[in-house]
T-cell receptor, first 113, second 111 residues
Framework: NAGVTQTPKFRILKIGQSMTLQCTQDMNHNYMYWYRQDPGMGLKLIYYSVGAGITDKGEVPNGYNVSRSTTEDFPLRLELAAPSQTSVYFC????????????FGDGTRLSIL | DAKTTQPNSMESNEEEPVHLPCNHSTISGTDYIHWYRQLPSQGPEYVIHGLTSNVNNRMASLAIAEDRKSSTLILHRATLRDAAVYYCILRAGRAGNMLTFGGGTRLMVKP
């Protein structure tokens, strides 16, 4: 199993550009999450999904959008990139159990210049 | 959400045991105690979790105080590969619950 796969690994954007961070998992997990991690800080939840067609906001959703059309994929969209969105983005998933461990991808390092 | 308090950093010598403390005095009866670690330039990795009883797995042991207001992650023999940031997280047992990451403890392992 590949687990949680994130693409791209690195990206540099100009202010105002848009892009989609891709996340896919092959473990048939219903729950998926997007986090961001600023330098020297812990992770903060952006959006999460408890199943295909269902998404909800986390702690820091402003400036981002998500969709969940399939169980496997949970893309994160930045519409108008801003320097404050420079961060490392992690996608995670876990099975239906409420307290089951989350599996994380390797992250996407994004710089907005 | 109940919060946790961890030391910012700790040092250990290679091949010695490491005890990483976590205080969670406002824990509720349904909160599970989870530990994750994050190696440099990687995503977080699940280590262990428990509710009331002490827990052991191939990576570590989790000792939970009788009143559940504190816990300790035990690495029995630290290796250089165990150098990471360790996060203690309380997780409510309900659908879609998120992980709330604090600052964690940066563990440095000396050869």
């Amino acid at each position: 199993n590949a687990g949680v796969t994130q693409t791209p690994k690195f990206r540099i954007l100009k202010i105002g550009q848009s892009m989609t961070l891709q996340c896919t998992q092959d473990m048939n997990h219903n729950y998926m999450y997007w986090y961001r991690q600023d330098p020297g800080m812990g992770l903060k939840l952006i959006y999460y999904s408890v199943g295909a067609g269902i998404t909800d906001k986390g702690e820091v959703p402003n400036g981002y959008n998500v969709s969940r059309s399939t169980t496997e994929d949970f893309p994160l969209r930045l519409e108008l990139a801003a320097p404050s969105q420079t961060s490392v983005y992690f996608c995670a998933s876990n099975p239906d159990s409420d307290i089951s461990p989350q599996h994380f991808g390797d992250g996407t390092r994004l710089s907005i210049l | 959400d109940a919060k946790t308090t961890q030391p910012n950093s700790m040092e250990s010598n290679e091949e010695e045991p490491v005890h990483l403390p976590c205080n969670h005095s406002t824990i509720s009866g349904t909160d599970y105690i989870h530990w994750y670690r994050q190696l440099p330039s990687q995503g977080p990795e699940y280590v262990i979790h428990g509710l009331t009883s002490n827990v052991n797995n191939r990576m570590a042991s989790l000792a939970i105080a009788e009143d559940r207001k504190s816990s300790t992650l035990i690495l029995h023999r630290a290796t250089l590969r165990d150098a990471a940031v360790y996060y203690c997280i309380l997780r409510a047992g309900r659908a879609g619950n998120m992980l709330t990451f604090g600052g964690g403890t940066r563990l440095m392992v000396k050869p």
